[in-house]
T-cell receptor, first 112, second 110 residues
Framework: DSGVTQTPKHLITATGQRVTLRCSPRSGDLSVYWYQQSLDQGLQFLIQYYNGEERAKGNILERFSAQQFPDLHSELNLSSLELGDSALYFC???????????FGSGTRLTVV | EDKVVQSPLSLVVHEGDTVTLNCSYEVTNFRSLLWYKQEKKAPTFLFML????IEKKSGRLSSILDKKELFSILNITATQTGDSAIYLC??????????FGKGTKLSVKP
């Protein structure tokens, strides 16, 4: 157990729907990062939050949004889902910006 | 655009062999390079390198960074079937997020 908790572990939903993925960072970690991993693209950075504020944005689609709450857990919202959004979504956390990440076990999203 | 390129993309060896995995990068404001091992699910941390020419070692695994030539290698000696995994190289830029390569899939046959 890495200390980073992601729920749910698996999610199957239909095209056009909206889902929310949840991440609880390791105790004491202030930064949360979201990554998407698909077979052909590898791990793609989506977005980073630090202590409740957005710090960096990567290749995140406009249909996707995220937030980090006062208790430091984070949610990634994916809407108007398309087949191509099927992937593993990882959350990672770190103490600050200059540290190694600890990854959660991921949420496997399947859009049918 | 920042990028990290790993080679080879896949590799098949036999137990006992030594392997070298390569990672080259182009990143503005380089801060550090990290290696991860990914088996079934979450990537697990192996090494973080920030200084050129200093080897990091952990058991049969070792890694070194060359900041002048912008690359790193990960060596695994006396490979075992349990080393079979995808090895990911990532570089941390100035914003703090990691930029990953596509990984090298290593298969170790008994």
């Amino acid at each position: 157990d890495s200390g980073v908790t992601q729920t749910p572990k698996h999610l199957i939903t239909a095209t056009g729907q909206r889902v929310t993925l949840r991440c609880s960072p390791r105790s004491g970690d202030l930064s949360v990062y979201w990554y998407q991993q698909s077979l052909d693209q590898g791990l793609q950075f989506l977005i980073q939050y630090y202590n409740g504020e957005e710090r960096a944005k990567g290749n995140i689609l406009e249909r996707f949004s995220a937030q980090q709450f006062p208790d430091l857990h984070s949610e990634l919202n994916l809407s108007s889902l398309e087949l191509g959004d099927s992937a593993l979504y990882f959350c990672a956390s770190s103490v600050g910006r200059g540290d190694g990440y600890t990854f959660g076990s991921g949420t496997r999203l399947t859009v049918v | 655009e920042d990028k990290v390129v790993q080679s080879p993309l896949s590799l098949v060896v036999h137990e006992g062999d030594t392997v070298t995995l390569n990672c080259s990068y182009e990143v503005t404001n380089f801060r550090s390079l990290l290696w991860y091992k990914q088996e079934k699910k979450a990537p697990t941390f192996l090494f973080m390198l920030t200084s050129s020419g200093i080897e990091k070692k952990s058991g049969r695994l070792s890694s070194i960074l060359d900041k002048k030539e912008l690359f790193s290698i990960l060596n695994i000696t006396a490979t075992q079937t349990g080393d079979s995994a995808i090895y990911l190289c990532a570089v941390k830029g100035s914003q703090g997020n990691l930029i990953f390569g596509k990984g090298t899939k290593l298969s170790v046959k008994p």
